[in-house]
């Protein structure tokens, strides 16, 4: 886990975004209001883990729980035909780039054998393997 005062400050302004969101929220007299708050909170969780992650392995743990947070979000409206489908849609191509990002980490382990960022320097680009592991993370997170 990565520490500075700049990822910090982003945390904090995440959780107090969080929070005003779910007051407003139980305020506005939302349906499911419990439901919500534990999946705001799920998805905070991710964003944190994500901002703070110093490993290929960590930022997929981050991305993976915040996503599957908003694939539920994106279908809480179980009656609405197109909430149903964006969810569905969502979550295909949720899993579509997930793979694709482990396939990338992947082969950068294969190359350095470890799965940190520092791996990412001592990337040669000449290599096909190397250059294919960067651009599957890179196409994933795109």
Do not use: W
């Not at 910090?8 to 708050?37: H, Y």
């Not at 947070?69 to 979550?91: D, H, P, Q, V």
């Not at 990337?123 to 994933?140: D, F, M, N």
């Amino acid at each position: 886990m990565a520490v500075n005062p700049l990822i910090t400050t982003i945390q904090i302004i995440i959780v107090v975004s969080g929070a005003v969101f779910t007051s407003l929220m139980r305020r506005g007299g939302a349906e499911k209001t419990l439901e919500l708050s534990v999946l705001t909170l799920f998805g905070i969780l991710g964003m944190l883990l994500i901002l703070s992650a110093n490993d290929f392995l960590m930022l997929y743990l981050g991305l993976e729980l915040q996503s599957l947070t908003m694939y539920i979000l994106a279908t809480i409206k179980r009656n609405g035909e197109f909430s149903t489908e964006a969810g569905f849609k969502y979550f295909i191509l949720g899993a579509v780039s997930s793979g694709l990002f482990l396939l990338g980490c992947a082969y950068i382990y294969l190359i350095t054998g470890h799965t940190g960022y520092s791996a990412l320097s001592e990337l040669s680009l000449a290599g096909l393997s190397s250059t294919l592991g960067a651009l599957l993370i890179l196409i994933a997170l795109l």
